[in-house]
């Protein structure tokens, strides 16, 4: 009678007993498995073989009833150990102390390993020749493949255990040959192969032997033993030693052949072990009161225990199989895919996923496993109110958001309604109180961060145009949903979300805004999503409902802050919305066009603020005085808008007189600062071309429109200023225009051409003339100018003038013939160059050799370079590099070289 005691209420495996005895005069005392047979050792020497029941239940059938001896050695004596060797067709045993061969087919007695009197156990190691390091385990793949080989590609190993010695055997020639005998510290009680190691127990330490030169290196078990040590041999190239720790626990390290930790984690035991095992994702260990099944990882969870009396050898091959000296018992492992359902339908999620990696089919097949049972895990915490853990499970991009929103049926937007169709729909609806809402609400809230980064990650990284817009459509639920989420949970954090880049769906957000009443927020959705228009519809409606100054003032202060904001391609939503706040405050409403703490009101299309101003000329001034004095402005358009202002304002008849000299004054600066190409002189000329007076502003437009006649006409006969007109030709003067050459004979001709009915003006205007012959001779043609004097003027009068002129011709005739002389010297330095170079001759005879292929010149084409030296001309590589000076600037004509050559 056994007990099994599933610690999870999930049976790993199914325990069946196929094998008793009653009332035999022996008892079990090894087991071993090949194939389907089972091999028992008994008290008597005896060789039971049982065959496998193929349903794994009924009662196994022997298979050798004659009960063949071991041998005449073993007769009667109690076998203690089986090992076979299927690679090489071998039943290795031992009894009476030998270790005994016998045929693994025919279980026919070959002889007994000589010089193994004395062993207390043994361990065998198969391997490919020079492959050391090969996983030999016999459930390993590795070893399997085995099978198919030639064993003389094989090597078989053999260690007996003896008393306080192991010795080694190596397989030759159909028989075990000694290779090494080591000798050991204590009796050693528990040894397996790894590689070309022996890993030896002895009671407190664990040593690594080397066979090949018998060094030895203790295991590090951080000071910690086992007074009944335990070495296995498991998969992988991995081995399990045993630890006892205080208060009897015992612990499984695992170790790689080399000694160093395989694993972050070791594996706790309610029981002490004898024998271990492992078959993924489980380790399995044979102890006192049965078996305990744990799973292999850093959980180390106790999945099973099953109840047995007098375990004592436990095999694994493709069977497992539990034998005690009365007994045997065959394990057969649940199937994978009948454990998973029962491990989700109990609610154990995280080990079916252990177990569902461990299932032999494609990678897509076991990722679409892991997925459902990952959904079904977070619908599962999602019913026991679990919220934040449910989310968590779902976090991954493998899950799309409809996964998580199908749980939030009183929350999920319209947008989410479309494509709920596409995600497993969750199971009914769950009833939950308005607190435990909130809390399953702030979770979702959370998951929705995380997954919106996410989806920015991905249409960043897009591929397809297809896979971008999938992307974006589920960003714009993720976003909405969330909006949703923080007005029934968080309202404080909606102007943040706002304010930032969202993808929230516009309708959407505008009914759950308008329903919440958040005007703000939804002005700063629609100041984010750049619908401007509906945004200052909401903000002009709230100054025109405003009831007491105070609202007001406040309402217009927010919408001349929204205006400041707006760019340059907004600047016709800007003037269209201004009214409102220019009509009631004006330096509220300038500030939106003008302000230094909003620089990007620079970026406004300024023709576009110009017309609108246009209906308050006083502010378009100030506008343009500030754009052209505060901002550098420079265009013509603009420029000229403010000279037509001042003209404007200049022209008025009803404006106050000091208003206009001010105008006046402005726009002379205005012209005077500008040039041709900042200004549009003709359109302000029309505008002042009838008026009377403005001289001065008229001579400045004449200046820019190239009327410099008109120019000076107006200042010496209208008003009689010689001065300004004698400046503006110095401004204007250049003697190398055709439109300026002439201004000062213009000049001279207004002072002596004018008529006047005074003496006084005649004498003055000759004094004028001739102080412009004194100043200027140089900007004056000397003949014209003198025939322009009345006959009447003085020799002493222009005296100045005859001198200057003289003086600038002799100041002409002596740069003439300096120059003269500077080309003649030139001219004379280059002939006698030339001489020297016309006087070069060269004669070479049959032993003249070219420079580069140092062959005879004779009567071929060569050249010659500066320096005398002579080349073929197909040797010559560049026409302007020597051979025998590649530098630059090196190779210099030498009329010496020549001549040496002559």
């Not at 049965?290 to 799973?295: A, D, L, N, T």
């Not at 004498?763 to 102080?771: H, K, P, T």
């Not at 001198?803 to 011709?809: E, M, N, T, W």
Request: net charge neutral; hydrophobic share 40%.
């Amino acid at each position: 009678v056994f007990v099994c005691l599933c610690v999870m209420e999930v049976t790993v495996f199914e325990c069946n007993q196929i094998v008793e005895w009653r009332s035999v005069p022996f008892f079990v005392t090894s087991l071993e498995t090949v194939g389907n047979d089972i091999l028992l050792g008994t008290s008597q020497g005896r060789l039971l073989v049982y065959t496998v029941p193929e349903d794994g239940v009924s009662i196994a059938k022997l298979k050798s009833p004659k009960n063949e001896f071991l041998g005449p050695k073993a007769k009667k004596t109690s076998v203690t150990q089986l090992c076979a060797v299927p690679e090489f067709e071998m039943l290795l045993s031992l009894a009476d102390g030998h270790v005994h061969m016998q045929s693994l087919t025919s279980f026919a007695y070959v002889g007994v390993v000589e010089k193994t009197k004395g062993t207390l156990f043994f361990t065998v190691d198969v391997q490919i020749k020079g492959q050391i390091d090969m996983d030999t385990h016999r459930r390993g793949a590795q070893r399997r493949a085995l099978e198919t080989m030639d064993k003389n590609d094989l090597s078989l190993r053999l260690c007996c255990v003896m008393k306080k010695k192991m010795v080694i055997f190596i397989f030759k020639g159909n028989q075990f040959v000694l290779y090494k005998e080591l000798v050991t510290p204590d009796v050693c009680r528990s040894a397996e192969w790894a590689g070309k190691n022996v890993v030896a127990g002895y009671k407190k330490e664990y040593d690594i032997v080397n066979v090949d030169n018998g060094k030895v290196e203790q295991v590090d078990t951080d000071g910690r033993g086992c007074s009944d040590p335990l070495v296995t041999r498991l998969m992988y190239n991995v081995y399990a030693t045993l630890i006892e720790e205080e208060r009897g626990r015992y612990v499984s390290v695992f170790k790689t052949m080399d000694g160093f930790p395989a694993t972050n984690y070791s594996v706790n035991w309610t029981e002490k072990p004898k024998l271990i095992d492992t078959i993924e994702p489980f380790i399995i260990a044979v102890t006192d009161k049965g078996v305990e099944v744990r799973f292999n990882d850093t959980s180390h969870r106790l999945v099973q225990t099953i109840s047995l009396p007098k375990v004592q050898h436990f095999v694994f091959g493709e069977h497992i199989l539990l034998s005690s000296p009365n007994a045997c018992w065959l394990l057969t492992p649940t199937r994978y895919e009948t454990l998973i359902s029962e491990m989700k339908a109990k609610g154990f999620f995280i080990d079916a996923k252990k177990i569902a990696r461990q299932i032999n089919e494609s990678v897509s097949d076991n990722v679409t496993r892991l997925r459902g049972l990952t959904l079904s895990h977070a619908h599962f915490e999602f019913k026991k109110k679990n919220f934040s853990a449910a989310l968590k499970l779902l976090q991954d991009d493998a899950f799309p958001p409809m996964n998580v929103l199908v749980l939030y049926k009183w929350l999920m937007p319209s947008i989410s309604k479309v494509t709920a169709g596409e995600a497993e729909q969750g199971d009914e609806d769950l009833e939950l109180t308005d607190d435990e809402k909130e809390v399953a609400t702030r979770a979702l809230s959370q998951y929705l961060t995380e997954k919106r980064r996410q989806l920015r990650g991905l249409i960043e990284k897009s591929v397809s145009e297809d896979e971008r817009v999938q992307n974006e459509r589920l960003l714009m639920m993720v976003d909405t949903t969330q909006l949703r989420c923080y007005i029934n949970t968080q309202p404080q954090l909606i102007g943040p979300f706002m304010r930032v880049e969202n993808s929230v769906d516009i309708d959407e957000a505008e009914k759950m805004l308008n329903a919440a009443h958040m005007e703000k927020e939804l002005i700063q959705l629609y100041s984010r999503r750049g619908q401007h228009e509906k945004a200052l519809t909401i903000l002009n409606n709230d100054i025109i409902n405003s009831k007491d100054p105070s609202s007001q003032s406040t309402a217009l202060n927010v919408m001349a802050t929204y205006l400041q904001r707006l760019r340059g391609d907004d600047t016709e939503t800007v003037v269209k919305y201004c009214d409102s706040v220019l009509t009631r405050d004006e330096r509220l409403g300038m500030s939106v066009f003008i302000s230094d703490t909003f620089l990007n009101v620079k970026e406004f299309k300024r023709d576009v603020v110009v017309n609108y101003l246009r209906k308050f000329p006083h502010l378009l001034i100030e506008y343009l005085e500030y754009v052209i004095g505060e901002w550098g402005e420079t265009s013509l358009k603009i420029r000229t808008e403010l000279a037509l202002a001042y003209c404007a304002i200049v022209i008025d008849q009803s404006a106050r007189r000091e208003v206009k000299a001010t105008a006046q004054l402005k726009l002379f600066n205005l012209l005077n600062e500008s040039t041709s190409q900042t200004i549009d002189a003709s359109a302000v000329m029309r505008q002042l071309v009838h008026e009377q007076g403005l001289i001065h502003e008229k001579v400045l437009l004449y200046g820019l429109l190239q009327r410099h006649e008109e120019a000076l006409e107006a200042l010496t006969r209208d008003i009689n200023d010689y001065e300004t007109a004698e400046n503006y030709c110095l401004k204007h003067f250049d003697r190398n225009k055709v439109e300026t050459e002439n201004l000062f004979m213009d000049l001279l001709k207004n002072f002596l051409t004018k008529d006047s009915a005074r003496v006084t003006d005649a004498v003055r205007n000759l004094s004028g003339a001739l102080n412009v012959l004194r100043k200027h001779a140089d900007k004056l043609d000397p003949e014209k100018a003198l025939n322009l004097l009345p006959n009447t003027t003085k020799v002493k009068d222009i005296q100045e003038f005859l001198i200057a002129i003289l003086k600038q011709r002799e100041e002409k005739r002596r740069s003439l013939a300096i120059k003269r002389h500077l080309v003649k010297t030139e001219q004379l330095q280059i002939n006698k160059q030339k001489i020297a170079i016309h006087k070069i001759s060269f004669t070479f005879n049959e032993n003249t050799v070219c420079a580069v292929c140092r062959k005879p010149l004779r009567t071929y084409a060569f050249a010659i370079y500066p320096c005398g030296i002579h080349v073929h001309l197909y040797c010559q590589n560049k026409e302007k590099t020597c051979p025998q000076h590649t530098d630059d600037g090196r190779c210099r004509l030498n009329i010496s070289n020549f001549n040496n050559n002559t």
